[in-house]
T-cell receptor, first 116, second 117 residues
């Protein structure tokens, strides 16, 4: 069965420090991979996605993620945290299977706190 | 270009009642998906509609249903509400593809927060 696991429900970093949010997936077929961010009382905003091609993907707001097939991972990083990065982050997958593409499977989310 | 619009934003209902939530996708988008978000279960897929047809369905009871109109607007309905149905319901739209290959970006609305008392 396909699933997504985000390690750490809460991550706290200091402003200016490296942000690392972990995501591993389980799938019998190569998935498409996404990171979304959610601010309080808001919907989800796409940060970045991997479908095919270069495994290092750059997104908005200075975030990037690397798809590592051998490790079934898609960790999200940002070199220097900003106070405005405080939010909840979700890793998600979808699959290039007929009629399954419109379904996203989400991880449980990681709440990022940024300390001044 | 207007984003995904969900109405209403907040709703309070009593156990046993039914509720209808509305979602207007981005203009030109043909696929609409619905998700339920709760603190305990996280984000769970409810169903997806493409060109007025339900293309995929999550693991929810039959009390949860939906439909899509010819203008791609979608509604979801929950009948016989239970306390556990209290959640943020999110709608997402995407351009959609005939075979749903899954590599198109889904744009989310702000959600409807349903409270069942």
């Amino acid at each position: 069965a396909q699933s997504v696991t985000q390690l750490g429900s809460h991550v706290s970093v200091s402003e200016g420090a490296l942000v690392l949010l972990r995501c591993n997936y389980s799938s019998s077929v190569p998935p498409y991979l996404f990171w979304y961010v959610q601010y309080p009382n808001q919907g989800l905003q796409l940060l970045l996605k991997y479908t095919t091609g270069a495994t290092l993907v750059k997104g908005i707001n200075g975030f990037e993620a690397e798809f590592k097939k051998s490790e079934t991972s898609f960790h999200l990083t940002k070199p220097s945290a900003h106070m405005s990065d405080a939010a909840e982050y979700f890793c998600a997958v979808s699959f290039p299977i007929y009629n399954q593409g419109g379904k996203l499977i989400f991880g449980q989310g990681t709440e990022l706190s940024v300390k001044p | 270009k207007a984003g995904v619009t969900q109405t209403p934003r907040y709703l309070i209902k009593t156990r046993g009642q039914q509720v209808t939530l509305s979602c207007s996708p981005i203009s030109g988008h043909r696929s609409v998906s619905w998700y339920q978000q709760t603190p305990g279960q996280g984000l769970q897929f409810l169903f997806e509609y493409f060109s007025e047809t339900q293309r995929n369905k999550g693991n929810f009871p039959g009390r949860f249903s939906g439909r899509q109109f010819s203008n791609s607007r979608s509604e979801m309905n929950v009948s016989t509400l239970e306390l556990g149905d209290s959640a943020l319901y999110l709608c997402a739209s995407s351009v959609g593809q005939g075979t749903a290959r899954g590599n198109t970006e889904a744009f989310f609305g702000q959600g409807t927060r349903l409270t069942v008392v």
